[in-house]
């Protein structure tokens, strides 16, 4: 089983950046393929980018594709956002998720999710 716990939310400005952080537990982080998602209040949840175990492939929602980047560190049981050039649209909660299947943006794979981080972007 693995615990997911998500950080580095917070209230940014348009244009501005933010990285979030998705700390692991256990010692097989490395067995999963990990994901962002996020929802919108009123919206449901939607898929962000997924990055493969040993993070040599990425897959981003053409939405964020150019503004986010995802990477992991295995050696530190981390999960990570870089978001840059942040739109007031980015404005959701935040989700980090495992999954033992390939990197995927199907929500249904994923067995493991964190709690989430805000983020919220003011015009």
């Known amino acids: 089983q693995v615990q997911l716990v998500e950080s580095g939310g917070g209230l940014v400005q348009t244009g501005g950046s933010l990285r979030l952080s998705c700390a692991a537990s256990g010692r097989t982080f490395s067995s999963y393929s990990m994901g962002w998602f996020r929802q919108a209040p009123g919206q449901e949840r939607e898929f962000v980018a997924t990055?493969?175990?040993?993070?040599?492939?990425?897959h981003y929602a053409d939405f964020v594709k150019g503004r986010f980047t995802i990477s992991r560190d295995n050696a530190k049981n981390t999960l990570y956002l870089q978001m840059n050039s942040l739109k007031p649209e980015d404005t959701a909660v935040y989700y980090c998720?495992?999954?033992?299947?390939?990197?995927?943006?199907?929500?249904?794979?994923?067995?493991?999710w964190g709690q989430g981080t805000q983020v919220t972007v003011s015009s």
């Open positions: 998720a495992a999954t033992r299947t390939i990197a995927a943006m199907i929500q249904s794979v994923y067995d493991y």
């Open positions: 990055i493969s175990r040993s993070g040599d492939s990425t």
